[in-house]
T-cell receptor, first 115, second 110 residues
């Protein structure tokens, strides 16, 4: 049973370009969480999605960032017009339940570098 | 005040030492608590859950004090392989998102 997959593992973009990060949850998991870890900082929640629905986007920056989890295919975190401050590791996690106790299994992350 | 606060670290200890990490959380309604481990900023991995009654897993013991909103992790007989960053984590009651402390770095030396 494959774990959570993320691609690409490393992504380099120039300022102003778009970045698309993909996350395929574990088989049978319908809940996806995205977290960001800035250099020298802890992980911060960004957004929580279920299939075709955004449940909680309280951690998402107000502009340039969007996320989706379509009925078919991986979850996508999209960053438009990237800036140097977007350079970070982006982790996605999946679980089989939303509320309450639910172990979240993390993918290996995508390391975004903005030049 | 941060939602989850940890000892600043880093902790540098010799092999065989006992080391304790502390963590406090701000939301008294929080119900679920965990310690995660992160190696070299790779993906975090669940180390253990934390229960009010305390729980032990080999050399690792976790404790929760709800009255003080305080969580601890004790590592006995430290190994070189314990070197990592230890993350105190609280689950948000509403939607299940994880709230991470900033992490405490442990370095175990020979």
């Amino acid at each position: 049973n494959a774990g959570v997959m993320q691609n690409p593992r490393h992504l380099v973009r120039r300022r102003g370009q778009e970045a698309r990060l993909r996350c395929s949850p574990m088989k049978g998991h319908s809940h996806v969480y995205w977290y960001r870890q800035l250099p020298e900082e802890g992980l911060k929640f960004m957004v929580y999605l279920q299939k075709e629905n955004i449940i909680d986007e309280s951690g998402m920056p107000k502009e340039r960032f969007s996320a989706e989890f379509p009925k078919e295919g991986p979850s996508i975190l999209r960053i438009q017009q990237v800036v140097r401050g977007d350079s970070a590791a982006y982790f996605c996690a999946s679980s089989d339940r939303g509320q309450g106790y639910n172990e979240q299994f993390f993918g290996p992350g995508t390391r975004l570098t903005v030049l | 005040r941060k939602e989850v606060e940890q000892d600043p670290g880093p902790f540098n200890v010799p092999e065989g030492a006992t080391v304790a990490f502390n963590c406090t959380y701000s939301n008294s309604a929080s119900q679920s608590f965990f310690w995660y481990r992160q190696d070299c900023r790779k993906e975090p991995k669940l180390l253990m859950s934390v229960y009010s009654s305390g729980n032990e897993d080999g050399r690792f013991t976790a404790q929760l004090n709800r009255a003080s909103q305080y969580i601890s992790l004790l590592i006995r007989d430290s190994k070189l392989s314990d070197s990592a960053t230890y993350l105190c984590v609280v689950i948000d009651n509403q939607g299940g998102k994880l709230i991470f402390g900033q992490g405490t770095e442990l370095s175990v030396k020979p």
